[in-house]
């Protein structure tokens, strides 16, 4: 028996390619059409014949009339005739109709309606005269509703749907003709539904999950787009990346054969759902962003308004990062609309996670316009005035201080760490900028106190606070609880993190690393969470850790989200660590750490919190990190006293800043 023959276009695609899949599986001979998408179209082919399937790339443009009869014309003459004729290609337009040129209407009806066309006028006849065969067309739903700013592609679509239904009417006997995809009763349809499925390579804010929602349906559904910003992974329904069969399978699997999980992932997206997005719930947030644009709108325009930031952000620092989220989080609590502009090397990705303006570091021209408006120039947090590093940063930032001066901000040095500075010439630097630009300089430390009195810096009001970061508080919300969920921990296991970074000798302490996670591994049931603060740094350092280590361990990297970062940590029984930060955070969330000092600073901030489990890297074997870590579980945990004595400090820093925002 002859096997059948399949053309499947926009083969190279999500659904085409799906498509292709399926036939070839099913026995059939497939023929995947691919125009621009070509290679991705015979990349398919070539896997599948890999599997012992029949396929082959086939090619032509389908707004061509001339192109797409040839390629119709080449494979009646190799195969004698086409059984299943399944058309999936398409373009879209996304833009203003009165915008929109003839050439990108033409493109959109083209390929959407006239391909169509050449192709099916080519094939048709000869299923007809062997009365058997099937044509597959694709719309979608906007060809029934429309879309605001898609009008072209709804056009085009809604042209496919009338084509389908006169040529079933010319050529099909009644019966044989099924258009499956739209319902008119979709309540009746997630009714019917034990779990919704929702399977993209890309997504707006998906309605079809709120709609099953809406029946207390469990959900599953592809992390793309506004996907997560509904489903909380793990808590209200399942993720799984695009095209990660595994995923989806297991996630399936999971669902179908525990009945009260379903309902009560099914239950808690209802709850989700109709507490962030239903109509009220909408109108309500609408309402608040509109009372939000007419007050600010209203706010006084002042000749001085405002604040500029600056600070190692948007450098891969998980760290930095949440110190800014400190940072605007204090201000923003001095005032809801103050504007705000955060310097970085990354201004687009800052401006996304921080809620703020940002502008380029070295935008030299731009950031001295700004500062001429702004009324308060922040440095910090972090250790920002050291030349353990290099000069040039140094350099950078004192300069910056300076301009900030003479724009007519007032300056000043927030929350932060001073030190080492060794090099004599910049120690006059440092001395004579600090002294002649900042009026208040409030610092995590006593090490950094003592640094700048040895500096000779006198004239700048200093205070001793706290880091700001020890003030974010991540909750416990169904968002954080994904978060962990997704990051790979497991409920009823406890963890002990690693926050290593590369330093001069390091590789001398690799085994040491390894021996001591092993060790929590062995005596106190901790898996090792090898944990990168600065992603391209630290990745290299935590590999070769990992590469000796023979128990089971997680490999994770900070993101750009705080809050995330400090709930991650805040899930540790353990923390060792050379990063400062990750040391910050633990502190501030009760965990025991054990720190691994190679710049003083760190000793500085173990010093002035009173904890003395720390040692220099240079002095860190296998023994000593395993003594230390006996002594921190054995103590367990700080003293709530200290935790809410560090926070309290850490508040200061606010009072000072709005001391120098509102002082005229």
Request: net charge negative; proline share 3%.
């Amino acid at each position: 028996m002859k096997k059948k023959i399949a053309l499947i276009t926009g083969a190279s695609g999500g659904i085409g390619g799906a498509c292709a899949e399926t036939l070839a599986r099913a026995g059939y001979t497939v023929l995947l059409h691919g125009c621009h998408g070509l290679e991705h179209a015979k990349a398919l082919a070539d896997r599948l014949c890999a599997e012992g399937c029949d396929a082959h790339a086939v090619c032509c443009d389908l707004a061509d009339s001339e192109s797409a009869q040839a390629m119709c014309r080449d494979i009646l003459a190799l195969y004698h005739r086409v059984d299943a004729l399944v058309l999936c290609a398409g373009v879209s337009h996304t833009g203003l109709f009165c915008d929109m040129t003839d050439e990108q209407w033409r493109t959109v009806m083209d390929v959407n309606v006239s391909g169509m066309f050449y192709l099916i006028r080519a094939l048709a006849p000869g299923m007809v005269s062997r009365n058997e065969g099937a044509i597959v067309t694709v719309s979608s739903m906007w060809g029934r509703v429309g879309a605001s700013c898609e009008v072209a592609y709804s056009a085009s679509k809604a042209a496919v749907i009338g084509l389908t239904r006169a040529l079933a009417k010319e050529l099909c006997p009644e019966g044989t003709v099924f258009f499956p995809g739209w319902l008119e009763d979709v309540n009746s349809f997630y009714q019917a539904l034990d779990v919704n499925v929702l399977t993209s390579l890309s997504e707006t804010f998906p309605y079809a999950l709120t709609e099953g929602a809406r029946m207390h349906c469990a959900t599953i559904a592809s992390n793309v787009g506004g996907v997560p910003y509904l489903i909380d992974d793990g808590e209200n329904g399942l993720l799984f990346e695009p095209q990660d069969v595994s995923a989806l399978t297991a996630h399936m699997l999971t669902l179908a054969t525990d009945a009260a999980k379903r309902r009560g992932m099914g239950e808690a997206l209802y709850e989700k759902t109709k507490r962030d997005f239903s109509v009220q719930a909408m109108v309500e947030k609408q309402k608040h962003y509109y009372e939000i644009i007419i007050r600010r709108f209203r706010r006084p325009k002042l000749e001085r308004d405002g604040v500029v930031i600056c600070g190692a952000y948007g450098k891969g620092n998980g760290g930095d990062n949440a110190i800014l989220d400190a940072i605007v989080a204090q201000l923003r609590h001095i005032d809801p609309d103050l504007p705000i502009c955060a310097l970085s090397r990354t201004p687009k990705e800052t401006r996304a996670a921080a809620c703020v303006d940002s502008l380029y570091t070295f935008r030299l021209l731009a950031i001295r316009r700004r500062m001429r408006h702004a009324k308060l120039y922040l440095s910090g947090g972090g250790t920002l005035i050291q030349d353990t590093t290099s000069t040039r940063s140094l350099l950078y930032y004192l300069s910056s201080i300076r301009m900030a001066a003479r724009a007519g901000c007032r300056v000043m040095l927030y929350g932060c760490g001073v030190g080492p500075v060794s090099r004599p010439r910049n120690c006059e630097r440092t001395a004579k900028t600090l002294n002649r630009y900042a009026e208040i300089i409030s610092l995590r430390d006593r090490y950094s106190e003592e640094t700048l009195r040895a500096l000779g810096v006198t004239t700048p009001e200093i205070h001793l606070t706290a880091d700001p970061a020890l003030l974010i508080d991540p909750g416990d919300t169904p968002a954080i609880r994904s978060f962990l969920h997704h990051s790979g921990l497991a409920d009823g296991t406890r963890y002990a993190l690693f926050a290593l970074r590369p330093w001069k000798d390091f590789d001398r302490h690799i085994a040491a690393f390894a021996n001591a996670a092993e060790y929590a591994h062995r005596e106190y049931s901790l898996t090792p969470v090898l944990y990168a603060m600065e992603p391209c740094r630290d990745r290299a350092a935590l590999n070769a850790v990992a590469a000796q280590l023979r128990c089971p361990y997680l490999l994770l990297e900070a993101g750009s989200n705080g809050t995330e970062i400090v709930a991650l940590i805040r899930r540790m029984s353990l923390v060792i660590a050379m990063r400062l930060h990750t040391l910050i955070f633990a502190a501030g969330q009760g965990v025991p750490i054990v720190g691994v000092v190679y710049d003083p600073k760190v000793s500085g901030f173990l010093d002035y919190l009173g904890q003395d489990l720390y040692l220099p890297l240079e002095e860190a074997s296998a023994a000593s990190l395993c003594d230390l870590i006996d002594t921190a579980m054995a103590e367990q945990m700080f003293e709530a006293e200290n935790i809410r004595s560090l926070r309290e400090l850490a508040a200061e820093n606010e009072e000072l800043a709005r001391h120098l925002l509102t002082e005229e």
